[in-house]
């Protein structure tokens, strides 16, 4: 499996923002996640969806404000980010990893593939 994350940039709070992570070798099993990281502190889970049937998952910090979607002619997984706030500020990931179920989604160590990272700022 392999990823590339794109479409990160600065905005200011309350904008909106779409990442894509274009992936090869997707499988109905592999779950492609989202992570984001800021200097000093853990790459923490964003948000998380199952190739295969669509199942979601998403941090109690983004729900109700991120949604992960999915293109499965172009391979792709979007991260639409909405009203973001500056705390969202990081460099996010996407990652892949198979056989995930809803207890287990959010666990970064669990996730074998990563792409590059791309940059979100959200200024104040």
């Known amino acids: 499996v392999q990823l590339q994350a794109s479409g990160g940039g600065l905005v200011q709070a309350g904008d909106s923002l779409r990442l894509s992570c274009v992936a090869s070798?997707?499988?109905?099993?592999?779950?492609v996640g989202w992570f984001r990281q800021t200097p000093g502190l853990e790459r923490e889970f964003v948000g998380g969806?199952?190739?295969?049937?669509?199942?979601?998952y998403y941090a109690d910090s983004v729900k109700g404000r991120f949604t992960i979607s999915r293109d499965k002619a172009k391979n792709t997984v979007y991260l639409q980010m909405n009203s973001l706030k500056p705390q969202d500020t990081g460099v996010y990931y996407c990652?892949?990893?198979?056989?995930?179920?809803?207890?287990?989604?959010?666990?970064?160590?669990?996730?074998?593939?990563w792409g590059q990272g791309t940059q979100v700022t959200v200024s104040s």
């Open positions: 969806r199952r190739w295969g049937d669509g199942s979601t």
């Open positions: 070798g997707l499988t109905s099993s592999v779950t």
């Open positions: 990652a892949a990893a198979f056989g995930l179920i809803a207890s287990t989604a959010r666990d970064r160590a669990r996730y074998t593939y």
